[in-house]
T-cell receptor
Framework: EAGVAQSPRYKIIEKRQSVAFWCNPI?????LYWYQQILGQGPKLLIQ????????DSQLPKDRFSAERLKGVDSTLKIQPAKLEDSAVYLC???????????FGSGTRLTVV | KQEVTQIPAALSVPEGENLVLNCSFT??????LQWFRQDPGKGLTSLLL?????REQTSGRLNASLDKSSGRSTLYIAASQPGDSATYLC??????????FGQGTRLTINP
């Protein structure tokens, strides 16, 4: 089966600019996650979708971050305006059930200068 | 709140040695535990998934164990090779399919 697709792979923006990341999960996977991984740390959950509904967005900085999963398939994560501390790798993952685990995409490395 | 800790943070060993990476978690109410590998600048690759009812899983030179009652898991790598150099992350799944990660162990295998 095809993996989790993410784009772009890299992005460099200036602070206060906006940026968007795209994720296409594995076909049939109802659950989709966005994680933020700062250099040297483990991934931190930003938002979890079940189909097109939000299950958990408790750690999403909602004043600047937003995410949507229209039609319950692919998803977009947006940052507006970006801050220097948003520099990180943004990982998308999907799952069809906790009994089979999770599959991660290659991530998008964001650098805010 | 679930907390996952991995020790050591970094490990360097000569090629051919067997080694153990440790993972501990504070809340034993988990559905499963998964070990991932992450190469520099890359995403996460799943290595082993252990369900809460299982004690261990094996894949090639890798063996992962789970002791849910004590909140511990280990990843055993036999006959290490330079290609095993990477960061290894463990993560536990809790209610509503929420995955909580440790900080990772950065492993270097020296030829």
């Amino acid at each position: 089966e095809a993996g989790v697709a993410q784009s772009p792979r890299y992005k460099i923006i200036e602070k206060r600019q906006s940026v968007a990341f795209w994720c296409n999960p594995i076909s049939g996977h109802a659950t989709l996650y966005w994680y933020q991984q700062i250099l040297g740390q483990g991934p931190k959950l930003l938002i979890q979708f079940q189909n097109n509904g939000v299950v958990d967005d408790s750690q999403l900085p909602k004043d600047r971050f937003s995410a949507e999963r229209l039609k319950g398939v692919d998803s977009t994560l947006k940052i507006q305006p970006a801050k220097l501390e948003d520099s990180a790798v943004y990982l998308c993952a999907s799952s069809r059930g906790q009994e089979v685990g999770y599959t991660f995409g290659s991530g998008t490395r964001l650098t805010v200068v | 709140k679930q907390e996952v800790t991995q020790i050591p943070a970094a490990l360097s060993v000569p090629e051919g040695e067997n080694l153990v990476l440790n993972c501990s978690f504070t809340d034993s109410a988990i559905y499963n535990l998964q070990w991932f590998r992450q190469d520099p600048g890359k995403g996460l690759t799943s290595l082993l998934l252990i369900q809460s009812s299982q004690r261990e899983q094996t894949s090639g030179r890798l063996n992962a164990s789970l002791d849910k009652s004590s909140g511990r898991s280990t990843l055993y790598i036999a006959a290490s090779q330079p290609g095993d150099s990477a960061t290894y992350l463990c993560a536990v799944t809790q209610g509503a399919q929420k995955l909580v990660f440790g900080q990772g162990t950065r492993l270097t295998i020296n030829p």
